[in-house]
């Protein structure tokens, strides 16, 4: 079931940039989790790719969001930013074709 989202109070020109803002990322999250739902195919390493694409985003974006709300943590030495991330993958893992990656995921800030 596809939930419906509320219509703005006020309509979109008379919104504050704040009021505009929100207004996206409460849509932008929504989307998000229903794409994150979506039963994952085997079959189509593309989308499967393009969902650990997005979910790997979704931490990352939570990850800098609690950091910053602890300013003593992210000052110190060890809170460095994020230099990478690799991910290893089985041989029958659907983001290999015939042995060969077919999406080289890397994540850098």
């Given amino acids: 079931m596809v939930e419906k989202l509320a219509l703005p109070v006020k309509p979109w020109a008379e919104m504050s940039r ?22 994952i195919d085997p079959d189509d390493p593309r989308m499967v790719a393009l969902q650990q694409q997005t979910a790997l985003a979704v931490i990352g974006y939570q990850l800098r969001a609690e950091t910053a709300r602890l300013p003593s943590a992210a000052s110190s030495a060890a809170a460095g930013p994020i ?19 077919v999406v080289d995921l890397e994540v850098s800030e």
């Fill in 83 to 101: 230099q990478g991330i690799k991910i290893i993958v089985g041989a029958d893992d659907p983001l290999l074709d015939d042995g060969e990656r």
């Fill in 18 to 39: 704040g009021e505009k803002l929100s207004s996206n990322a409460d849509r932008a999250l929504t989307v998000t989790k229903e794409f994150l739902d979506r039963e």
